[in-house]
């Protein structure tokens, strides 16, 4: 969906959740904050990839708990999310929700500078700074929460286009700019940030080589400055402190193997394809001995259509690092890759626990047991992967399949009608629910699909009042800014067009 339709797409969507034209109370309550921040996290989820993988978020969360461990008690838990985009940033949103860009990631060489940037977004949240804008903000009177939420991405860089684009009609420029970090929030939140980096056993100068490396990015055009360095002002004084105070000093920077391997990881699996290639196979062959490095050049290669030469390098990350279960996991993924499945058995029967490792390594071996025809098994797998990993998507597919294939078709269609519900085919995954109705005898299970049913009817209509809501909204942003001049304005649509079903067990 372009940029614009998918903006006012989750313009409207925020909307339904909120009154129009209604102030906001003189003082943000929790239970106000808590609503603006589900619909901000929501917004956030709509507009950006937010990465699901087990393997860099208990990386990033556990960073973060190391983090937080001193610091005083807050009104809300604070969570963090890695959201995929080549871009340098990372912001602080309502209610403790912390956002790593993947692309700032890939750029910071080691754990001290991630755990700086953290540490100055958490500082923003213990500090209330973001609060404190939605308050100055509630003095003009926005007339809906998606104005609010779309001068929050704005003002925190968390998403320029669609922002921009949502703001339109909502908000005026200067409310935008009242949603942004002044100089003394910065400040201050430095400040703090290099006390929670000292508790947490992290040398303060990562801040200053954090912001050094994203400097060292900044180009000629206005438009390629990192946003980061956009939307945290003061940058330049920030590092003028920073330099002053460790002047003449040899800081010891910590990194960790752990860091190593998830930032290689992200940038084979969450990159740009092609630079990550290339930019993995640089660092191969100048750092042959480093375990995280064949390890990053393997991912890349086994999931970019070359598994053979991906098993060679996952092979050497393995002898150079045999202690570590999700290498020997990425091992087994890429020799099934390659068609060896009996090879991938054995590396991956060979891991104790596996689903302690991330989706990958069970998720493979049921797609071997399905592909030998050991269906019982493959649904085992996929059943012990779910009961950790709820939502992994691909597994309940596989899962609906393996349970056809056995003829349990109630089970069957029940599970793809839970996948399909949750990739948002509403009209499909009714089909299913339908059909696991007529299957099921169990009156209990009936009752249950009979409230999944009633339940996507619903979503079914909010669906198509959101979209004529949004065709409300792009003719509105059209009109008023002047653009709309008697053609017809673009549509978003109406809503799903039937139902295509491709499960045939």
């Excluded at 309502?94 to 692309?103: E, T, Y």
């Excluded at 400040?191 to 954090?210: I, P, Q, R, T, V």
């Excluded at 992200?266 to 990550?276: E, F, P, S, V, W």
């Excluded at 660092?283 to 390890?295: C, F, M, Q, T």
């Amino acid at each position: 969906m372009p940029i614009f339709k998918k903006a006012i797409a989750v313009l409207s969507a925020i909307l339904v959740f909120s009154t129009a034209g209604a102030p906001f109370a003189d003082a943000l309550s929790i239970r106000e904050e808590r609503e603006l921040a589900d619909e901000f996290l929501s917004a956030v989820y709509d507009y950006y990839e937010v990465i699901d993988d087990p393997v860099i978020n208990s990386y990033i969360n556990q960073l973060g708990s190391r983090l937080t461990d001193n610091i005083p008690p807050q009104p809300f838990e604070i969570r963090f999310h890695v959201i995929r985009e080549d871009t340098f940033n990372a912001f602080a949103g309502p209610g403790g929700n912390v956002f790593i860009f993947s692309g700032l990631i890939e750029a910071l060489e080691t754990e001290n500078e991630l755990a700086a940037i953290m540490a100055h977004e958490i500082a923003h949240v213990t500090l209330r700074h973001v609060q404190d804008m939605v308050e100055r903000s509630k003095r003009t009177s926005f007339a809906s929460m998606a104005g609010l939420i779309a001068g929050i991405l704005v003002g925190l860089g968390g998403a320029p286009a669609a922002g921009t684009a949502l703001s339109m009609g909502s908000m005026a420029a200067g409310q935008t700019l009242m949603l942004s970090y002044s100089r003394e929030n910065e400040l201050q939140a430095d400040f703090f940030s290099l006390k929670y980096l000292s508790d947490a056993g992290y040398h303060e100068y990562g801040m200053l080589s954090a912001l050094r490396t994203i400097r060292s990015r900044e180009w000629f055009s206005e438009d390629e400055v990192p946003t980061y360095l956009r939307t945290h002002p003061a940058a330049a004084e920030r590092m003028s402190i920073l330099g002053t105070k460790f002047s003449g000093k040899d800081p010891k920077i910590v990194n960790t193997y752990e860091y190593d391997r998830m930032r290689m990881r992200t940038i084979a699996l969450y990159g740009k394809r092609a630079g990550a290639l290339d930019r993995l196979e640089r660092l191969v062959k100048s750092r042959p001995e480093d375990p995280g490095a064949h390890y990053g050049y393997g991912l890349a290669l086994a999931n970019g259509g070359n598994p053979e030469k991906g098993v060679s390098q996952l092979e050497k990350a393995v002898n150079l690092k045999p202690d570590d279960p999700v290498i020997t996991v990425a091992l087994g993924q890429a020799h099934h890759l390659a068609g060896n499945n009996e090879k991938a058995l054995a590396v991956l029967r060979d891991v104790d626990d596996i689903e302690r490792y991330g989706t990958d390594g069970i998720f493979t071996l049921g797609r071997i047991l399905m592909e030998k025809e050991d269906y019982a098994e493959a649904i085992r797998s996929f059943e012990k992967l779910l009961d950790r990993y709820p939502r992994h998507r691909e597994s309940l597919f596989f899962l609906g399949q393996s349970l056809g294939r056995i003829g349990e078709l109630g089970e069957a269609h029940f599970t793809l009608g839970r996948y399909h519900r949750m990739r948002g085919s509403l009209e499909t995954a009714s089909f299913h629910f339908d059909r696991a109705l007529s299957e099921t005898r169990d009156p209990e299970k009936k009752e249950e699909i009979r409230q999944r049913i009633r339940d996507i009817d619903a979503a079914i209509k909010q669906q198509r009042r959101q979209e004529r809501e949004a065709e409300r909204e792009s003719q509105s942003w059209l009109i008023e800014s002047g653009k709309f001049h008697g053609e017809r304005p673009p549509s978003l649509g109406g809503g799903p067009k039937g139902c295509c079903i491709s499960e045939h067990f």
